[in-house]
């Protein structure tokens, strides 16, 4: 799976302020490899500070015709900015389990 964009459905959620749930979706994911994978996330969004604050997350994808998956981590910011979205950092998470849900 090293290298592997997945481009389905995909919803990352994170910890709150208040220990709650916040979810997001998320345009793709990238895995680096089965334990490593990335996504691109705006600086300015919940999602980023609940990472920077928390970091802990669950990705969901969704994919026809009958796939539904749930990986939970540990994730953190790789770099603050990308080349190509100024405002976008790199989140790198650590896969602690997949569920096939």
Do not use: W
Not at 12 to 23: E, L, Q, S, W, Y
Not at 36 to 50: A, E, L, P, Q, S
Not at 61 to 89: F, H, Y
């Amino acid at each position: 799976m090293e290298n592997r964009r997945i481009g389905s459905a995909v919803v990352v959620a994170t910890v709150d302020a208040n220990r709650g749930p916040h979810t997001a979706p998320l345009g793709s994911i990238c895995f680096v490899s089965s334990k490593i994978m990335r996504f691109g996330c705006d600086r300015k969004h919940d999602t980023y500070v609940n990472i920077k604050r928390n970091g802990r997350v669950v990705v969901s994808l969704v994919a026809s015709p009958d796939i539904s998956v749930s990986i939970r981590g540990k994730a953190r910011v790789a770099k603050e900015r990308t080349e190509l979205v100024n405002s976008d950092a790199v989140i790198e998470v650590g896969v602690e389990e997949v569920k096939d849900d």
